[in-house]
């Protein structure tokens, strides 16, 4: 269950004593599991689900962007400071480093993240979600530690305290 929005920032922990908050953070996410897509998928192919609608698939929590990097740093027991970064300067981060082969953050990401990314209040009332597919979303509780030890300092070695 890799991806590549908690993966990237758990990389920049490992090596940055700063992350950026883009936005000041605000930006809502409501991350969802592939598996739990997959099976939405595959319950469209089976022709469990009515043909003709549009279905939004979110996860069981709504977070802001913020509130994800909190989690992540939590679940690879590290400290950073989470710096808010204006959208003008996050811009103009992302002209420049889009000018690099593998850019860390683009014009397109900074213009994604100025809108909430999570399931609406229509879909909701349509019963267009996963509950409408009777299927029970996976929290980043139950996912993210299955493959974020790996940026823990001592990686699957790390011992949890007691919280």
């Not at 950026?20 to 605000?26: K, V």
């Not at 099976?39 to 979110?58: H, N, P, T, W």
């Not at 996860?59 to 802001?64: D, E, S």
Request: charge should be positive.
């Amino acid at each position: 269950p890799e991806d590549s929005f908690f993966n990237r920032f758990s990389s920049m922990a490992r090596y940055s004593p700063v992350l950026p908050l883009i936005g000041g953070g605000r930006t809502k996410f409501q991350p969802v599991y592939v598996g739990d897509v997959a099976e939405a998928v595959a319950r469209s192919v089976d022709g469990k689900v009515q043909g003709g609608r549009i279905y939004e698939l979110g996860g069981p929590q709504v977070l802001t962007f913020k509130q994800c990097m909190q989690e992540m740093l939590a679940m690879i027991d590290r400290k950073r400071l989470l710096v808010s970064v204006p959208w003008w300067v996050a811009n103009m981060q992302a002209s420049i480093l889009g000018l690099l082969p593998n850019p860390l953050l683009t014009k397109d990401q900074v213009l994604q993240l100025r809108e909430h990314n999570i399931v609406s209040d229509a879909a909701i009332r349509e019963n267009r979600t996963l509950a409408g597919l009777n299927i029970q979303p996976q929290s980043i509780g139950s996912i993210l530690p299955s493959y974020l030890w790996r940026y823990r300092p001592a990686g699957q070695f790390q011992r949890k305290t007691a919280e």
